[in-house]
């Protein structure tokens, strides 16, 4: 990493590990829900210690938006890594194409905002916003350069190489050519629509991530010169197959034709252009009452939001891109010539090939061994799994479709199954969960669907699923005003006798089968009745009138999550000091809180040792004397997206272990629901505590944080011999395990 401190200068220091080296075997239970679980009811009342309140620096804070470009750079090196399996760089290319795409539309977008308003402020780090936007703009064009060379020289000769050619249109045969020339005139000419700009023509919409072409025509009559725009229709196939494994870019299809779109017209030249416009969504709580309405009038005004950046083709000429950014009123910073073609999200089409030799081996999860050995002769009796024992859940090693999915089909079906509350954060277009709800619906089952209506850019898929629950005859609610329900919660009432038993699924990822198969979450089953009697008084609150504010087995956010950690970080300093067992061990995909931070801080002033593995942003200053020479920053990036939260605590030898759905960023904490679950059995808490020592082990490949902000990738011991892959670990743990493979 070459980034620039972003603060005053740090001085750099190792943690010291002899104090902590006890904590961290390099050793990993097969899977997090390999041992065979002890239920553990201590539910003692928890005592607050507080830490002495030391001073701490002004500049112990990592600017977050520098961050997180910090983490699209490791996703980068990812794909300019020659080891990684050729598809899956084109892979990780289009990921990181996508992610700075989204990084624009809302954060930069969010900036531009607050400073045109008046109302942006100094971060936390100590940049003024005007600093933090231009070292974004700095930052990114460093970046979109790397990306546009790891593309060029790197994979694409690799591709054609394996056979896979990527060419433009002067590198087709003849044949080639003419197949696409029919392609054009059936499926691509009737959709095209060419816009004239002259006085009785306006300058168009353009709209956001659209790909379109600037083009300079003239008539020959008159001689004079004229400018068009053609939008390249989006629902066309951004590479198009001029012959097997011969791909061309739908522009240059349409580029090379441009004739057919002007006739009797010179077509002089022609110029490719991508707009990244505002796309965050503002609703006024004062609108709450008509949510639905509310958020479709949003989803339409975001068409319009205002362009934040101009990606165009390096080569356009100066008087065409002066009249996109005059058109546009966008400041030349906010321009970014690149090597053609624009839009590498396109490549996720290209990774998709079936060449199973250039990408990951074939991973199938399977049954998690305690639903398997109730397992019926068609699906695990979840419910009959769940009266033993909880089940630890490991997604994707741990099969989604016959745990979570299975425990909601399992409880449609059931006639013993009087309710079913169930929140929705984001759910795959077919849903499987969505259609059990509907059928528990009208088998005559209580179905309450919290649906989180302002998922970002998966608003409109949301609104349509909350419209087919009710028409189903679910209650379908959005929540409390001002806050974004992100939980991950289902709950089932179910009679057994002359009793009620309620069973709970508490997790860290959405309920999506699909993203299930790639991304790394946790989730409890359990037949608990705390955690049953927690969850019905969540969704009470959440559905109806409701003031609690503590539970049983919950923190929950904004009243009690963010106090409920701060407490536990200042009891490890007093366990510490009182020679007992104490460390804090932490797996977010973030970490920007500034009252988290700072407890961690002075959890490290005391001698506690903290290990932080954090996917994406994180503002904690690791291995600075004085501050935080205790802590340890990890990341591992790889074939799943990390997503699970975890957090551990020593707790003087009877060690305390959370999981759930928060993130240590204000919006987590202040602005939705959250809840964390306390894990009560111990062989479950031993192994995620052996997860999170692996995970952070200096034995296993993973990025490294400084005290300056830089990040730096291990892959390799001293010798050169190549670290251990947590995930690969998991992967081959699962195949050694006993149980059936499911798809």
């Known amino acids: 990493m070459n980034e620039s401190s972003a603060n005053a200068p740090v001085q750099h220091a190792q943690p010291s590990v002899g104090s902590i080296a006890a904590h961290r075997p390099h050793t990993v239970a097969a899977t997090v829900s390999e041992l065979e679980p002890d239920l553990d009811a201590d539910l003692d009342p928890y005592e607050e210690d507080a830490a002495d309140g030391a001073e701490l620096p002004q500049n112990r804070f990592l600017d977050r938006e520098r961050s997180w470009l910090a983490f699209n750079e490791r996703v980068l090196e990812l794909a300019e890594d020659p080891a990684t399996p050729l598809l899956e760089r084109a892979n990780f290319l289009a990921i990181f194409a996508s992610n700075l795409d989204e990084f624009f539309m809302v954060r930069v977008a969010g900036l531009k905002r607050r400073i045109a308003t008046g109302v942006a402020t100094r971060s936390a780090s100590g940049l003024q916003p005007r600093e933090v936007l231009d070292l974004i703009w700095t930052r990114s064009r460093e970046l979109m350069a790397r990306h546009a060379a790891c593309f060029q020289q790197d994979v694409l000769p690799a591709l054609a190489d394996e056979g896979i050619h990527l060419i433009r249109w002067p590198e087709l045969t003849e044949k080639e050519q003419a197949r696409l020339f029919t392609l054009f005139r059936q499926q691509i000419f009737p959709v095209l629509t060419p816009l004239a700009v002259d006085p009785a023509h306006p300058f168009p919409y353009i709209s956001g991530l659209s790909l379109n072409l600037a083009v300079v025509v003239r008539n020959p009559v008159s001689g004079h010169e004229h400018f068009a725009r053609v939008k390249v229709p989006p629902l066309l196939s951004r590479f198009l197959e001029a012959a097997p494994q011969r791909y061309v870019p739908v522009e240059d299809v349409i580029a090379a034709h441009l004739e057919e779109l002007f006739p009797g ?108 050995e109730v397992e019926s002769s068609q699906a695990p009796d979840i419910f009959a799994a769940l009266r033993e024992r909880d089940v630890l859940l490991h997604h994707p090693y741990d099969s989604f479709s016959t745990s979570v999915q299975a425990f909601l089909e399992q409880a449609a079906d059931d006639p013993d199954v009087l309710a079913i509350k169930q929140t929705l954060y984001r759910t795959s277009g077919d849903s499987p969960i969505v259609n059990a709800l509907i059928d528990a619906a009208e088998s005559g089952k209580q179905v309450l669907v919290l649906v989180e209506i302002k998922a970002r850019f998966d608003e409109q898929a949301n609104i349509k699923w909350a419209r087919k629950l009710e028409e189903a005859g679910c209650h379908v609610v959005y929540g409390l005003v001002g806050l974004k329900t992100h939980c991950k919660l289902s709950l089932v009432v179910r009679q057994e006798g002359d009793t009620l038993r309620r069973y709970s699924h508490v997790g860290t990822g959405n309920y999506h089968p699909k993203t299930a198969r790639l991304y790394e979450d946790l989730g409890l089953l359990t037949a608990d009745p705390q955690v049953g009697a927690d969850l019905s008084d969540l969704f009470n609150r959440l559905s109806g009138y409701s003031r609690r504010e503590t539970y049983r087995r919950l923190l929950v956010a904004p009243r009690s999550l963010r106090d409920g950690l701060v407490q536990r970080i200042n009891k490890e300093t007093a366990h510490h000091r009182a020679g007992r067992d104490a460390y804090i061990r932490i797996k977010v995909n973030s970490m920007v809180d500034e009252a988290i931070v700072d407890a961690l801080y002075r959890a490290s002033q005391a001698g506690v040792p903290v290990d932080v593995w954090v996917r994406g942003i994180c503002a904690l200053r690791p291995g600075v004397p004085g501050l935080s020479e205790n802590i340890r920053v990890r990341s591992v990036l790889g074939r799943f997206l990390e997503h699970s939260r975890v957090f551990a605590f020593g707790n003087g030898g009877e060690p305390e272990v959370w999981l ?84």
């Open 660 to 743: 759930g759905s928060a993130d240590m960023m204000h919006r987590n904490l202040d602005r939705r629901i959250e809840a964390l679950v306390r894990v009560a059995d111990p062989a479950h808490r031993a192994a995620l505590n052996r997860l999170l020592e692996t995970g952070t082990s200096d034995s296993t490949a993973s990025w490294h944080l400084g005290p300056d902000g830089d990040w730096t990738r291990h892959a390799t011991d001293a010798e050169g011999r190549p670290l251990r892959n947590v995930q690969e670990m998991l992967i081959d743990a699962r195949r050694r395990r006993r149980g059936p493979a499911t798809p």
């Open 265 to 372: 017209m010179e077509v002089l030249a022609h110029h490719m252009f991508r707009v990244t416009r505002n796309e965050d969504l503002e609703v006024e709580e004062d609108d709450a009452e008509n949510l639905l309405k509310a958020l479709e009038k949003e989803l339409m005004r975001r068409r319009f939001g205002p362009p934040v950046r101009l990606e165009v083709e390096e080569s356009i000429a100066p008087d065409v891109l002066d009249r996109l950014v005059r058109e546009l009123k966008i400041s030349e910073a906010e321009v970014h010539p690149l090597p053609g073609p624009l839009d590498l999200t396109g490549l996720f089409g290209i990774a998709k090939l079936d060449r199973p030799e250039l990408k990951y081996p074939k991973f199938v999860a399977g049954t998690h061994r305690d639903l398997a």
